[in-house]
């Protein structure tokens, strides 16, 4: 079983800053692919960023690349997403998913891969 608990969300200014945590305390994440989605009322949930755990290399969307860093802290058992320089269109709720494994590069952004999920945690940018 793999649990995963977001943490981190919050109420910020535009072109404040945020840093979400997506935690699994019941056994390693070593091995798995580890992404952070974002969802809108009416809007399917799109990608964001992913990492994999063994080789540390990092992808993002278009829209948050240059503004949001995800990185692992391997001793915590912990994925962040640093989220500078928010913008009202970041509003979202924000969902840790994880994979077992590695996918092609062209599966990573597609969100019926990943059959873990945490709960999202609600990110709210003001103007």
């Known amino acids: 079983q793999v649990r995963l608990v977001e943490s981190g969300g919050g109420m910020v200014q535009a072109g404040g800053s945020l840093t979400l945590s997506c935690a699994h305390s019941e056994r390693t994440l070593d091995t798995f692919t580890v992404a952070w989605f974002r969802q809108t009322p009416g809007k399917e949930r799109e990608f964001v960023s992913r990492?994999?755990?063994?080789?540390?290399?990092?992808a993002y969307d278009d829209s948050v690349k240059g503004r949001f860093t995800i990185s692992r802290d391997k001793a915590k058992n912990t994925v962040y997403l640093q989220m500078n320089s928010l913008q009202p269109e970041d509003t979202a709720v924000y969902y840790c998913a994880a994979a077992p494994g590695l996918m092609p590069s062209r599966s990573y952004g597609d969100r019926s891969n990943y059959p873990y999920w945490g709960q999202g945690t609600q990110v709210t940018v003001s103007s």
């Open positions: 990492i994999t755990w063994t080789s540390r290399h990092a």
